[in-house]
């Protein structure tokens, strides 16, 4: 599937809730990112390309991070970069991380949060992202994984995230598979010193992970139906497992990795 059909898929930015759904991830999964990347310790002058950029915050973060250096945040779509002032050190740029490049050799840090899953041939585009790092730099990928879902006691709730990530294969291609397979991706890359962590989202029990998971739903629901995933009453069954005070099960796990160009 080529990959610029991401745009006219259920999280297109001009889908009805989509600005509000990439806000609730990055609230939810900054402090994570953010915690990898302290520990990998950014410097003042690195050069950084945050790919697949989406609303910005961690572009901003960098380049915030990174006085001295320059940030290029990415995306098929740029207009939610471009809603609030821009760093004078970071760039806006349109770019198709399937097919177009950056200069080899030339970041100090190269990142991507809930990218890779969604294209073609996520081992591919890792390894073209791995070859603009310049000698010593960093590559960062997250991505959500799930569970099994016959291990939940919740089995409507598990039902609804498995018709999900059905429906998102089909119409981006997306693979939940791919993240536990990161970091031997970043092995086949030539990099080293690669580790890995994971956040695990839990919903019932945190008003902003339900909030991001009655979008993700809502923004689902039509395909759902049309496909015939689901039904109607199922996904509203399903939901209303967010309204019991005693419900607590794990959505997905953003899996995070790190690897590192040799010196
Ligand atoms: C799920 S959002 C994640 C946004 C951001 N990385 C975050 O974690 O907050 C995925 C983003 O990748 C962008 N995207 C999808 N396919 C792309 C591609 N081939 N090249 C560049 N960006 C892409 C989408 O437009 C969207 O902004």
């Given at each position: 599937?080529n ?12 889908t009805?809730g989509?600005r509000?759904?990439?806000?609730l991830l ?7 990112t ?6 990998l310790g950014?410097?003042?002058d ?9 609303h ?7 380049a915030?991070?990174?006085p001295e250096g320059?940030?290029t945040a ?6 939610l970069?471009?809603?609030s002032?821009?760093p004078?050190?970071?760039t806006?740029a349109?770019h ?12 100090d ?9 969604h294209?073609?041939d996520?081992g591919?585009t890792?390894g073209r992202?791995?070859g603009?790092?310049?000698?010593g ?7 959500p994984?799930?569970?099994?879902a016959e291990a939940?006691?919740y ?8 018709a999900c990530?059905r429906?998102?294969?089909?119409i981006?291609?997306?693979?939940h598979?791919?993240a536990r397979r990161?970091?031997?991706?970043m092995a086949?890359?030539g990099?080293?010193d690669?580790?890995?962590?994971i ?6 029990t945190?008003?902003t992970?339900d909030a991001?998971?009655r979008?993700?739903?809502a923004?689902a629901t039509?395909?759902?139906?049309a496909?015939g995933l ?10 209303a497992?967010l309204?019991?005070p ?6 997905w796990m ?7 160009r040799?010196?």
């Amino acid at each position: 599937m080529n990959s610029p059909v991401y745009q006219d898929g259920v999280l297109a930015h001009g889908t009805d809730g989509e600005r509000e759904r990439l806000r609730l991830l990055e609230e939810l999964n900054d402090p994570a990112t953010v915690a990898v990347l302290e520990q990998l310790g950014v410097r003042a002058d690195w050069h950084c390309v945050e790919a697949g950029a989406g609303h910005g915050s961690i572009a901003r973060w960098l380049a915030a991070r990174c006085p001295e250096g320059r940030v290029t945040a990415t995306d098929l779509d740029t207009a939610l970069l471009r809603e609030s002032p821009v760093p004078a050190n970071m760039t806006v740029a349109r770019h198709d991380v399937t097919r177009d490049d950056f200069p080899a050799d030339s970041q100090d840090l190269v990142h991507a949060r809930a990218l890779l899953g969604h294209l073609p041939d996520p081992g591919l585009t890792l390894g073209r992202m791995a070859g603009w790092l310049a000698p010593g730099g960093w590559l960062v990928v997250e991505d959500p994984t799930y569970l099994p879902a016959e291990a939940s006691p919740y089995p409507e709730f598990a039902g609804l995230l498995e018709a999900c990530q059905r429906l998102l294969a089909r119409i981006h291609g997306t693979d939940h598979g791919w993240a536990r397979r990161i970091p031997a991706a970043m092995a086949r890359a030539g990099l080293t010193d690669i580790g890995m962590t994971i956040r695990v989202a839990v919903c019932g029990t945190d008003p902003t992970e339900d909030a991001f998971w009655r979008r993700c739903f809502a923004q689902a629901t039509p395909g759902l139906v049309a496909t015939g995933l689901m039904t109607a009453e199922q996904i509203a069954s399903a939901v209303a497992h967010l309204d019991d005070p005693a419900f607590a099960d794990t959505a997905w796990m953003m899996v995070s990795c790190w690897g590192r160009r040799p010196s």
